[in-house]
Nanobody, 127 residues
Framework: QVQLTESGGGLVQAGDSLRLACVSS????????MAWFRQAPGKEREFVGG????????AYRNSVQGRFTISKDNAKNTLYLQMNSLKPEDTARYYC????????????????????WGQGTQVTVSS
C-alpha cells in the first residue's frame, strides 16, 4: 500500500495561483498512475486532473483545462497540481489518489479505480 500526503492548500483570492504537492511512499512512484480529485461541502468528489504511468499522458476536467497543470517528479516521489487563475468555484478539499496500473484519458476520471488516497488539503478561493 502507498501512503500519500498532500500539501500546499490555503486561502487565496480569485485570480491567484497555488501549487499543490502530493508526496508518496511505499511504492515505486513511476509505476503509479495518479490523479487529483476535489470535494466541496455537500457535493460528490470529482475528478480534476490525472496523469498515467503510460507515457505520462494527462487529462483534465473541462472547467480547469488551461488553468491547471498536473505533473509528476518520479525522482522526488511527488505529484504536483499547478493551479492558476483560481476561481471561487475551485474552493474544495483536494485529494491525491494513486493506482498501480496504467490509466487512459477516460479511465483516470473514475474515482473507483484508485486504491490509495491522501487526507486532502483545503483550497479556499475568495471573490
Amino acid at each position: 500500500q502507498v501512503q500519500l500526503t498532500e500539501s500546499g492548500g490555503g486561502l487565496v483570492q480569485a485570480g491567484d495561483s497555488l501549487r499543490l504537492a502530493c508526496v508518496s511512499s511505499g511504492r515505486t512512484h513511476s509505476t503509479m498512475s495518479m490523479a487529483w480529485f476535489r470535494q466541496a461541502p455537500g457535493k460528490e468528489r470529482e475528478f480534476v486532473g490525472g496523469i498515467s504511468s503510460l507515457r505520462g499522458s494527462t487529462a483534465y476536467r473541462n472547467s480547469v483545462q488551461g488553468r491547471f497543470t498536473i505533473s509528476k517528479d518520479n525522482a522526488k516521489n511527488t505529484l504536483y497540481l499547478q493551479m492558476n487563475s483560481l476561481k471561487p468555484e475551485d474552493t474544495a478539499r483536494y485529494y491525491c489518489a494513486a493506482v498501480l496500473a496504467a490509466t487512459t484519458a477516460q479511465s483516470m476520471r473514475d474515482r473507483r479505480l484508485y486504491r490509495d488516497w491522501g487526507q486532502g488539503t483545503q483550497v479556499t478561493v475568495s471573490s
